[in-house]
Antibody
Framework: EVQLVESGGGLVQPGGSLRLSCAAS????????MHWVRQAPGKGLVWVSR????????DYAGSVKGRFTISRDNAKNTLFLQMNSLRVEDTAVYFC?????????????WGQGTLVTVSS | DIQMTQSPSSLSASVGDRVTITCRAS??????LNWYQQKPGKAPNLLIY???SLQSGVSSRFSGSGSGTDFTLTISSLQPEDFATYYC??????????FGGGTKVEIK
């Protein structure tokens, strides 16, 4: 069974940093693209970032480029999102998601999310 | 960036009704359109990929159609467990991936 479990969320002040983690199990993590998607309270889904299976290619939404860094540790089946220079508008539930094996742009399995609150 | 527009933003329907949700892309995306269901407090669940392919394990009362710029998600006979918000996602021109604004389905 595919499982994705996010952690690392919490309350942080504007300008601060957080590192999210996503522990994966039930599939061969090292062969799948992975994504981060966020959802502000009461709002819709917004794509944040993705990373290729071997970590050699990464992409970001314009709103987080230069502030967030996606990475992965295939030996530990873990995906990360380093978030720096956080803004109030980054407040959201952050989901990690696995991409379909033949469609790297389509998330299929999702974790339950971790809440990030940016507030003074 | 490709913009995705869903309509309606919300609807109310009765159990057994046929429900249709539409998604329009700001430019042609062939059939690179995917549909998700999200229940309150839960993660999204992939229903349909490539416009019309049913994800494994998803009820056959869900179906998708369309190509180019106009797409539809149809629930053939609405069930109480279908109360949720539905999102479309274009995967044609990435990055970025872009979602529609969502359609909230309420049960009468």
């Amino acid at each position: 069974e595919v499982q994705l479990v996010e952690s690392g969320g919490g309350l942080v002040q504007p300008g601060g940093s957080l590192r999210l983690s996503c522990a994966a199990s039930g599939f061969t993590f090292s062969t799948y693209w992975m994504h981060w998607v966020r959802q502000a309270p009461g709002k819709g889904l917004v794509w944040v970032s993705r990373i290729k299976s071997d970590g050699s290619n990464t992409d970001y939404a314009g709103s987080v480029k230069g502030r967030f860094t996606i990475s992965r540790d295939n030996a530990k089946n873990t995906l990360f999102l380093q978030m720096n220079s956080l803004r109030v508008e980054d407040t959201a539930v952050y989901f990690c998601a696995r991409a379909r094996s033949i469609a790297p742009a389509v998330p299929d399995y999702w974790g339950q999310g971790t809440l990030v609150t940016v507030s003074s | 960036d490709i913009q995705m527009t869903q309509s309606p933003s919300s609807l109310s329907a009765s159990v057994g009704d046929r429900v249709t949700i539409t998604c329009r892309a700001s430019q042609s995306i062939s059939t690179y359109l995917n549909w998700y269901q999200q229940k309150p407090g839960k993660a999204p669940n992939l229903l349909i990929y490539a416009a019309s392919s049913l994800q494994s394990g998803v009820s056959s009362r869900f179906s998708g159609s369309g190509s180019g710029t106009d797409f539809t998600l149809t629930i053939s006979s609405l069930q109480p467990e279908d109360f949720a918000t539905y999102y479309c996602l274009q995967s044609y021109s990435t990055p970025p991936l872009t979602f529609g604004g969502g359609t909230k389905v309420e049960i009468k």
